[in-house]
């Protein structure tokens, strides 16, 4: 009974001792749960921040390398332009059809490889004369950016003398009018300088007193004049186009440039004033009489895009001599001026352009495109959206009655529905 | 509880503030916390201009909520000519145009987790450089 007694005296301490465990417990449970609960208000949104925060650095050190491959993290845009129009012309020639014409399908790429390094690829597309189609490796270039003030390319580039070679080129939808300044077209459309180069260009901009100076240097592959039948002696009826040597230089003279210029701000923000200049040798590639002319060109442009107003102009001047003669030097100019001015999205304009070019000159001579000319042309662009335009040319077209070339005169109207991408 | 009210006040009040910037069509140029960048560099590091600050490659980043009062105050131009710009750039030197967030948190993530950043933004941020 004792025992009994004892025992169940002994199971009622055990139950309190038990009770009061539990409620130790449950208690230290409770306020753990309050301290963690008082933790939660004050810093568990901290520590899940940074914790985040963490997680997101993480991440871009993880994603860095393809981060340069864009800088917008979405991949790598692919860009380009594209043209259609009608032409119609009171003289149609086989190089002037009448007619709906495609233009061309240029399309870029700009990948960057980490911070310094960068190319630039542009194949382009567009319709011959005849009517086919021709591919061309536009540009090809790869450039490292030392710093703000330097990059160098190498490659095949547009070759950066005046303004409009580099600035427009293939894209229709940038410029205002449908055509370019007939001599600096490129090779196979009249004009009459190397459009693209292949060798080594290195531009950059720095500042000076209240502007920029602005500079491109280059030196790459000279051009060859490509003659019709190589077979025969240049000649009126056998001449040729540039070519720009992509594959090596046929003369190993490598041909040289600069164009340095200056760019405004304040007061003349938009204003830029440049000088350029071009050397290197150009050869024929005729069998039968190799001609030789050291092409030496020296010019300058103005440009001002400000207010509304769009003033292009560009003059070249040539001292070319002949090398395999005993011609002498020849002198020979062309030169354009542009002016625009926009009226909300409408955009009137007005060009002029006139080369003078030696026919003693066997750089000019030579090249089907090397007959003095003067044109003029007015035009219209409307802007559908930043980038769709649609735009209207009148061109007067007078070709000069050289040795070995007639006179040539027509007028011309050029419509065109350019986009840029 | 006082916690909670407090932290009502204080979103509130932040809520207030912000809503108050924004009406006031404030802009602050922000930069990653690396990146020191002087008020008159903005407008060459948004016109492609200016790539580099010291070893650091410079990463622009557009704000569509802010875009309109950035180019007008700042770079003093509308987009069209921004864009305008930025076509020519992209094509002659191959840079690629600033790319573009969608509002001001997106802007100040970006801007603080990627070295070289630098964006706009409706009112201030920490953990970030304030440039102007």
């Given at each position: 009974m004792l025992t009994t007694k004892w025992v169940t005296k002994k199971g009622n301490v055990q139950r309190k001792l038990g009770n009061l465990f539990y409620v130790s417990v449950l208690?230290?449970?409770?306020?753990?749960?309050?301290a963690v609960k008082a933790e939660t208000d004050a810093e568990h949104l901290k520590n899940l921040e940074n914790k985040l925060d963490a997680m997101q650095n993480e991440l871009t050190q993880m994603t860095s390398?393809?981060?340069h491959h864009s800088t917008s993290g979405a991949g790598l845009p692919l860009?380009?332009?594209m043209d259609v129009g009608f032409a119609s012309n009171s003289q149609a020639t086989p190089s002037n059809p009448k007619g709906f014409y495609v233009g061309a399908l240029s399309l870029y790429l700009a990948p960057n490889f980490g911070d310094n390094i960068k190319a630039l690829v542009e194949p382009n597309f567009e319709v011959t004369p005849e009517g086919t189609v021709a591919t061309d490796l536009e540009r090809l270039q790869i450039g490292y950016t030392f710093s703000d003030t330097s990059t160098v390319w190498a490659g095949r580039i547009h070759t950066p003398y005046g303004y409009w070679n580099t600035g427009f080129h293939h894209g229709a939808q940038m410029q205002t009018s449908v055509m370019r300044p007939r001599f600096l077209d490129f090779e196979d459309k009249g004009g009459i300088l190397p459009a693209h180069m292949v060798g080594l260009w290195s531009a950059g901009k720095?500042?000076?007193?209240?502007?920029?100076?602005t500079y491109d240097v280059y030196a790459g592959n000279g051009p060859k004049v490509a003659m019709t039948d190589p077979t025969s002696a240049p000649s009126p009826t056998n001449l040729g186009t540039l070519d720009i040597?992509?594959?090596?230089?046929?003369?190993?003279?490598?041909?040289l440039g600069f164009?340095?210029?200056?760019?405004?701000?304040?007061?003349?923000?938009?204003?830029?004033i440049a000088g350029h200049g071009l050397k290197g040798d150009v050869d024929d590639n005729a069998s039968?009489?190799?001609?030789?002319?050291?092409?030496?060109m020296i010019g300058g442009s103005v440009i001002y895009l400000a207010n509304d107003w769009e003033v292009l102009s560009e003059y070249y001047g040539f001292d070319d001599n002949d090398k395999s003669g005993s011609t002498g030097s020849h002198k020979s100019w062309a030169s354009y001026a542009q002016i625009g001015k926009s009226l909300n999205d409408w955009t009137p304009y007005i060009r002029f352009e006139r080369t003078v070019l030696s026919q003693k000159d066997n750089y000019f001579a030579m090249q089907a495109s090397g007959q003095s000319y003067a044109r003029q042309s007015l035009g219209l662009r409307y802007n559908l959206n930043q980038n769709a335009a649609l735009k209207v040319e009148l061109l007067n077209s007078n070709f000069m009655a050289e040795v070995g070339r007639t006179a040539v005169s027509y007028r011309s109207v050029y419509t065109q529905y350019a986009i840029g991408f | 509880m006082k916690a909670t009210i407090l932290r009502l006040i204080s979103t509130a009040t932040f809520a207030l503030l912000a809503s108050q910037n924004a009406v006031a069509g404030d802009l602050v140029v922000i930069a990653n916390s690396g990146t020191n960048l002087s008020a008159g560099e903005v407008r060459d590091v948004f016109l492609g201009e200016k790539q580099f600050a010291g070893s650091t490659k410079l990463i622009p980043v557009d704000n569509a909520a802010q875009q309109e009062n950035f180019l007008s105050k700042t770079m003093q131009m509308n987009s069209v000519k921004y864009s305008g710009i930025w076509t020519k750039k992209a094509f002659r030197d191959g840079l690629s145009a600033p790319a573009m967030k969608s509002s001001d948190a997106e802007v100040i993530q970006?801007?603080?987790?990627?070295p070289g950043a630098v964006g706009y933004i409706g009112s201030s941020a920490s953990g970030v450089n304030i440039v102007k």
């Open positions: 208690g230290g449970l409770l306020i753990s749960s309050t390398g393809m981060a860009h380009g332009f720095f500042k000076a007193s209240t502007g920029k100076v040597n992509l594959a090596g230089d046929n003369n190993h003279q490598a041909m164009n340095v210029g200056y760019e405004f701000t304040g007061q003349l923000d938009g204003l830029r039968a009489q190799l001609n030789k002319t050291e092409l030496s | 970006f801007v603080k987790s990627t």
